[in-house]
């Protein structure tokens, strides 16, 4: 097992010079990087949340293709439901679906955006500081 030990000066990359002084810019890098790192989890639990519900309407979707088609199917619209005939919530789950994977590729599309960012952001105070900064997510 490994004993931890210490860093030591010039390992940390911290010693009394002016190069590893946190400017006004890399603080504001420092912020940037936190908000968007918080902003990271936040749809990424919007993501999953979103993909649930996918998965929730296609088992749906498999259901009702096992229906009669003279049946009424209760189909949830806000808090409430109404009895609908069994082609009409095929389209509105359809609709629904289809509505769920364009937020999906919004999201990702975000993310992906988001998560460049974050790397550039990185990159940027990792060369300034090296060591000295964790900003390992």
Known sequence: M???????KEE????G???NE???EDQEKI????????????????????????????????ELELADE???VPYKIGDSFFQLPLSDAQSMLSTST?????????????????REELQQLKVALYARFGRSINLET
Do not use: C, W, Y
């Open 31 to 62: 912020n940037r990087f936190s908000r968007l790192h918080q902003r990271q989890s936040t749809l990424e639990d919007q993501l999953k949340a979103k993909q649930k519900d996918k998965e929730d309407l296609e088992e749906v979707s498999m």
């Open 2 to 8: 490994m004993q931890p030990r210490m860093l030591s």
């Open 22 to 24: 946190v400017r006004r």
């Open 17 to 19: 010079n002016e190069e």
């Open 12 to 15: 940390e990359g911290v010693g």
């Open 98 to 114: 289809e509505q769920i994977d364009a937020d999906v590729s919004k999201l990702e599309e975000s993310l992906d955006e988001l």
């Open 70 to 72: 003279d049946d009424l």
